[in-house]
């Protein structure tokens, strides 16, 4: 087996398109992502892409950044608001494992924050066995706490969210509710199973787990890396200050910008179903590994500019590519969250009143509408249970509301 390295961005964009390659990033994270979206390949993949497509649309999308979305955030920032502090992590987490629970199709019925922290607890395991290539710790420790985890979320969890959305789904089936009073999330289009696709009970249950874990883990990080970028490009300068204030589409260029140098994932891996040809001399065996390099090609300076490698949310792109880069892959694989957290990129004719901004966005709005700063007595610190360039705290304090 060879390992082949790419980091040259359009090289990386036709790998990712390419059908010949297929996911190999989670194969250490077999115990909850075997059998998931993320690691399908092939009709398999487009089966399954195309059934739960039905939950990911822009006009949903909308819907739910503009009507639900602001009133969890209220709910969920308040107590923090209350105590005049935050670790963003933490709030992150908090909000984040809303949202993706109601796209996921997981009910908290008690709405207490221990049933949040019970929940989060479980997603914060999930995530570290969906990523345990990059694990610091012993892995078949981290396999056995993930099977664990499993358990207690199909009883606590699971199982009276499937309960609930099979009468509703019996009820639908005998005409006595219209398809629009159904939840819309991805349990209840697997439930449903219109498209007759091969799923059982186990596949169900690693899919809305790994749901709840892709949407909030990279939610809560891509939230607290864009801060720290517009916190440091800020600098205690009050126009600047002010212009994220009051300029939401100028805020959102930030985010994106801050998306770009700091992907969820800084790697994609894949490996050839059969032999193939990436650049003028790469040609990969069936064995071999492919991986893509997605924190570097993001800084590509012959896409990005010369000054790639910082933070400038001023940026003019020349070409037609995203802000974003690579951040939200590509293809095959393609986000499903993506303009769910990036929101849609504005033009000329966008009203500012009316525009989807992306729940990141929204967020960073939010905790600057409540004057956010870090804590200068307490300094954020990276995360070192994984290679991962993340925060694993990140204290900030919050001002009077002007
Ligand atoms: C800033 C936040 C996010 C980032 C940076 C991000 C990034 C990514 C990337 C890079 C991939 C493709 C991986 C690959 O090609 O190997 C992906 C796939 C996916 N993401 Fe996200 N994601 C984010 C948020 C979300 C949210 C909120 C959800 C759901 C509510 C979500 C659901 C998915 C799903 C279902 C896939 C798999 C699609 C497929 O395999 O066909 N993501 N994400």
């Not at 503009?66 to 502090?85: A, G, M, N, V, Y």
């Not at 499937?162 to 697997?190: C, F, G, H």
């Not at 986000?335 to 929204?362: A, I, M, W």
Request: proline residues 4%.
């Amino acid at each position: 087996m060879t390992q082949f390295k790419i980091s040259d961005y359009e090289t990386i964009k036709n790998a990712m398109v390419n059908r010949d390659l297929k996911q190999a990033l989670y194969d250490e994270g077999k115990v909850i992502m075997d059998g998931v979206l993320l690691t399908l390949h092939g009709e398999e993949h487009h089966k399954r892409r195309k059934l739960e497509h039905k939950v990911f649309q822009r006009d949903y999308f909308k819907y739910y950044e503009q009507e639900l979305f602001p009133k969890t955030l209220d709910e969920t920032i308040d107590p923090f608001l209350k105590s005049k502090k935050a670790d963003l992590i933490d709030f992150g987490y908090r909000i984040t494992m809303n949202l993706t629970a109601d796209f996921a199709g997981i009910d908290r019925t008690q709405k207490t924050p221990n049933e949040t922290n019970k929940l989060l607890t479980l997603v914060k395991k999930f995530s570290e066995g969906a990523t345990l290539v990059h694990s610091k710790r012993d892995k078949s420790i981290v396999e056995k706490e993930v099977l664990d985890a499993l358990d207690v979320f199909e009883i606590d969890f699971l199982k009276p969210s499937i309960e609930k959305r099979m009468k509703l789904i019996s009820a639908y089936n005998n005409s006595e509710i219209k398809k629009d009073q159904l939840p819309r999330d991805v349990l209840t289009v697997l439930l449903m199973n219109e498209d007759d696709i091969n799923i059982n009970d186990d596949i169900i249950k690693k899919e809305i787990a790994f749901y709840l874990q892709a949407g909030s883990h990279s939610t809560a990080n891509s939230m607290t890396h864009a801060f720290h970028e517009i916190a440091n490009w800020i600098n205690n300068d009050k126009q600047k200050f002010n212009k994220i204030k009051n300029d939401p589409i100028f805020l959102q260029k930030c985010v994106h910008e801050s998306m770009r140098l700091h992907p969820a994932s800084p790697v994609a891996w894949r490996k050839p179903t059969c032999p193939v040809k990436i650049e003028k001399n790469t040609h990969l065996k069936e064995d071999d590994l492919l991986v893509m390099d997605l924190y570097t090609a993001n800084r590509d300076v012959g896409i990005f500019g010369e000054d790639a490698n910082s933070f400038n949310p001023d940026r003019e792109l020349k070409s037609q590519q995203n802000l974003w880069g690579l951040t939200f892959g590509i293809g095959l694989h393609m986000c499903f969250g993506r303009d769910l957290d990036g929101g849609v990129s504005p033009n000329q004719e966008t009203d500012p009143s009316k525009h989807q901004y992306g729940v990141v966005t929204l967020l960073i709005k939010k905790l600057f509408e409540h004057n956010v700063q870090r804590d200068p007595k307490n300094k954020p610190e990276r995360d070192i249970k994984t290679e991962r360039p993340n925060w694993g705290k990140y204290p900030v304090i919050f001002g009077e509301k002007k």
